[in-house]
């Protein structure tokens, strides 16, 4: 199964941007790359995904690396609210299953 | 908007007792996961269904049974709870696509004692 590679934690500055790193080298042409974050107490919630071209939507924006090895979301402007543990997933299009791993523990700075 | 419903949301329960997880999606969803996720850890995936009377193990299956009779429900069955089952229970859904999300639900916080 491709696996991703995340560190466990870190810090950013409120209403700083925020770029969170996840790196998936055993990523295959058709694996897409999901983004959840789970709040405290709460279950995980989609935050973004793509495929091969960077993406935006209203939460964050997902740059992609151009050989799909690695990734990065984009908090463009942190807040209290944003702190939480981001998760990176590969979503396999032969595979069912939709398999978690450790994720960043993001805390933010008052 | 309901999206997924997950009931009870707390329970204690005594070694060696059953009980059934509730979880249900309103949004037509043929795929459907369990997780649990001990105390500062990530989730673990115990069980998936891809629609209506199909089931698969999934990480941590032992312990736990499932089934899945309708689109809607997806019980998650405990036979005899033991201590290492004392953990927060997620149930999600999703279209099951590659690139389609999943919808989690809050979760049901079990503590077996």
């Known amino acids: 199964d491709a696996k991703t590679t995340q560190p466990n934690s870190m810090e950013s500055n409120e209403e700083e941007p925020v770029h969170l790193p996840c790196n998936h080298s055993t990523i295959s042409g058709t694996d897409y790359i999901h983004w959840y974050r789970q709040l405290p107490s709460q279950g995980p919630e989609y935050v973004i995904h793509?495929?091969?071209s960077n993406v935006n939507n209203r939460m964050a924006s997902l740059a992609i690396a151009e050989d799909r090895k690695s990734s990065t979301l984009i908090l463009h402007r942190a807040t209290l609210r944003d702190a939480a543990v981001y998760y990176c997933i590969l979503t396999i299009l032969r595979d069912d299953k939709i398999i978690f791993g450790k994720g960043t523990r993001l805390h933010i700075l008052p | 908007n309901a999206g997924v419903t997950q009931t009870p949301k707390f329970r204690i329960l005594k070694i060696g007792q059953s009980m059934t997880l509730q979880c249900t999606q309103d949004?037509?969803?043929?795929?459907m996961y369990w997780y649990r996720q001990d105390p500062g850890m990530g989730l673990k995936l115990i069980y998936y269904?891809?629609?209506?009377?199909?089931?698969d193990k999934g990480e941590v299956p032992n312990g736990y049974n499932v089934s899945r009779s309708t689109t809607e429900d997806f019980p998650l069955r405990l036979e005899l709870a033991a201590p290492s089952q004392t953990s927060v229970y997620f149930c999600?859904?999703?279209?099951?696509?590659?690139?389609?999300?999943?919808?989690f639900g809050q979760g049901t916080r079990l503590t077996v004692v």
């Open positions: 793509g495929l091969t």
């Open positions: 949004m037509n969803h043929n795929y």
């Open positions: 999600a859904s999703g279209e099951g696509r590659a690139g389609s999300e999943a919808f």
């Open positions: 269904s891809v629609g209506a009377g199909i089931t």
